[in-house]
């Protein structure tokens, strides 16, 4: 029994990314590696079901933009009952920009896929 739990717990054994031919939809293999800190940019990459970075810090007057890279449609949508982002449905390649005036903290999401979220801070 204890060769059994040994060979349980080796790291040897490294879980495979799902196959991109995947039929629907393929969902992200990787963690995003900017959801812990804030990132000063002004562009968003949306790529593999996530906003890239996830958290970013821009001055108010600042315009970000957002570029969907992935084969689905995204948006780019305030999180709760009111707020400034409102994009269309996103094909691949198409982008979104939004200028932010007031200082705050913006949450975000897309409609089409609610786990995607993301955050912009704006700075007076």
């Known amino acids: ?9 080796s790291p ?13 939809m393929s969902m992200p293999t990787t963690t ?6 804030a990132v000063a940019t002004n ?10 970075p996830a958290v970013i810090t821009v001055k108010a007057g600042t315009t970000v ?9 995204h948006t780019v949508t305030s999180d709760g009952k009111a707020g400034p982002l409102n ?6 390649g198409d ?8 200082p705050g903290t913006f949450s975000y999401l897309c409609t089409i896929h609610p786990f995607m979220t993301a ?3 704006v700075t007076p």
């Open 1 to 9: 029994m204890a060769v059994v739990a040994l060979a349980a717990c």
């Open 12 to 24: 040897a054994q490294t879980p495979t990314a799902p196959s991109q031919s995947m039929t629907g």
């Open 32 to 37: 995003q590696s900017t959801a812990d800190a």
């Open 43 to 52: 562009t968003v990459a949306i790529k593999n079901f996530a906003f890239d």
């Open 65 to 73: 933009t957002w570029t969907n890279s992935d084969q689905d449609p």
């Open 87 to 92: 994009s269309k449905p996103l094909n691949q």
């Open 95 to 102: 982008t979104y920009q939004y200028t932010f005036t007031v």
């Open 119 to 121: 955050t912009v801070t």
